[in-house]
């Protein structure tokens, strides 16, 4: 029996003495504040790329520090920032940090460090240094150097000192080119690598070393690029040179490509870059048939047996030819977005010709799955399109027929035009709770050819009926 009590004593002793080392302790300090007792840069003067080389030392002889936090700013733009452990009532830091040379970098601009210690009971102590100035490397000369093959080193001359930029003119280079852009080049007028080169970074343009990435500029709208423009201060690029004339004349078959690569889906169809001119005539060649039956009403005006008026605005587009249905697709190209155009993809319409055909699912493969809007005023768009309306075979109350306004040829989420709120001419509907598309009730059989009009300006949604 004693055994069993001593044993039982035993157990409740460590029962308790568990508890107690496993008690939450919090120790609580007096109300303080840390100083910053030392704040120090070396350098009073800097070239960006250069480093700053940072002495700090805080405390707190009430409350143990916790950290250090250092901010490195220049033109309101933080450059570098880190937090750092302090421990104790006293701690010192030594810390170095490269200023960057990158765009909008100001000559002579104040190099400020923030300073924020806080000790462990979260009280805070801020502080800024401001002791040294940035300033922007010297550049005598400025280099385009084109990629082996693409094209002649040029010189660019600074033509506003005080933007600074710089341009050349009178180049032979092709509509695309990648390139680098130098301070120095060699005898052989290839970069000189000792000095500033300038190439692609991300998605935009910074210094660059040997293994860096070389910049691509392009314009299809021009016959060649003959003028280059560089902003040393924003880090950006433009193109320039004489445009292209717009085309008199298309032969369906020698200027457009079979199968062309821009589509997912290219069978059957020939395709390529065309650059129309607003209100100029076009003659067609390879287009059989009734030809206002053959191209986008939308695009064209048929003039005549074998002309058309282009109607959209002057510049390059996309032209797809689909053999099979001897139809000629318009469409911007596909990296433009709203408000230069307006994109329709949905289910149950088609091209506005015969032999007609309709989408069957949402895609963005080929011109068979979406349609452009083209821009006919400020926020007015039009679209024509073969629709048909079938009740659905299940309960819902909208029928087959359902389609929405795209700001971007593809899946874009969050960028879309809803009709929940426009003025939607019956029968066709744009009700609230179906994510904005356009429908019609289920029961309403509706078949035909319909030149849409979407004003953005007006919110409202009409139509008119061309058979």
């Known amino acids: 029996m004693k055994k069993i009590i001593k044993s039982l004593f035993t157990i409740c002793l460590l029962t ?22 030392t704040a120090l840069v070396n350098e009073t003067t800097i070239t960006y790329g250069d480093s700053i080389h940072l002495k700090v030392a805080v405390s707190d002889m009430v409350a143990p520090l916790s950290t250090l936090k250092i901010r490195v700013v220049v033109n309101n733009e933080i450059v570098a920032s880190e937090t750092v452990r302090t421990k104790g009532n006293k701690s010192s830091i030594n810390k170095v940090f490269r200023v960057p040379f990158v765009a909008n970098r100001p000559h002579n601009a104040a190099v400020k460090i923030y300073l924020t210690s806080t000790n462990v009971s979260g009280i805070e102590k801020d502080s800024i240094l401001n002791a040294t100035t940035a300033k922007r490397p010297i550049i005598n000369e400025l280099y385009l150097v084109p990629d082996f093959g693409q094209g002649a080193t040029s010189k660019l001359t600074l033509v506003n000192a005080d933007s600074l930029i710089y341009k050349a003119t009178g180049l032979l280079l092709s509509t695309s080119f990648s390139y680098k852009i130098a301070t120095k080049i060699n005898g052989f007028k290839r970069i000189d690598w000792t000095g500033l080169v300038f190439g692609k970074v991300g998605d935009g343009i910074g210094l660059v070393n040997q293994t860096g990435e070389s910049i691509t500029s392009s314009d299809g709208s021009l016959v060649g690029i003959s003028i280059f423009t560089f902003d040393a201060l924003q880090f950006k690029t433009k193109v320039g040179g004489k445009l292209l004339e717009p085309v008199k004349t298309l032969d369906i078959n020698t200027d457009l490509l079979a199968s062309p690569t821009t589509l997912n889906n290219s069978t059957n169809f020939r395709g390529g870059n065309v650059y129309f001119g607003e209100n100029v005539e076009v003659t067609f060649t390879g287009i059989s048939g009734n030809l206002a039956n053959q191209i986008s009403p939308d695009y064209f005006q048929v003039t005549g047996a074998n002309t058309a008026k282009f109607l959209g605005k002057t510049g390059l587009y996309k032209a797809y030819y689909l053999t099979t ?35 069957s699912s949402w895609n963005w493969n080929s011109p068979l799955d979406y ?61 609230k709770g179906v994510g904005g598309n356009v429908k019609v009730m289920s029961a309403t059989v509706l078949e035909g050819v319909y030149k849409f009009t979407l004003d953005t300006n007006a919110k409202t949604l009409k139509y008119e009926k061309l058979n």
Not at 391 to 414: A, E, Q, V
Request: glycine share 6%; charged share 20%.
């Open 16 to 37: 308790i003495f568990w508890a107690c080392t496993n008690e939450d302790i919090v120790v609580r300090y007096a109300a303080s504040t840390p100083k910053i007792d």
């Open 325 to 359: 249905a001897n139809f000629l697709y318009i469409e911007p190209l596909p990296e433009t977005l709203y408000p230069d155009v307006l994109w329709v993809c949905g289910s149950n319409y088609g091209r506005p010709s015969l032999p007609y055909a309709t989408t």
């Open 371 to 431: 349609y452009p809007c083209r821009l006919t005023a400020p926020g007015v768009y039009q679209v024509t399109m073969y629709c048909k309306n079938e009740p659905s075979t299940d309960t819902n109350i909208y029928g087959k027929l359902d389609f929405k306004f795209f700001h971007k040829r593809g899946w874009w989420d969050g960028h879309e035009t809803w009709v929940d709120d426009y003025t939607v001419q019956a029968p066709f509907l744009g009700p």
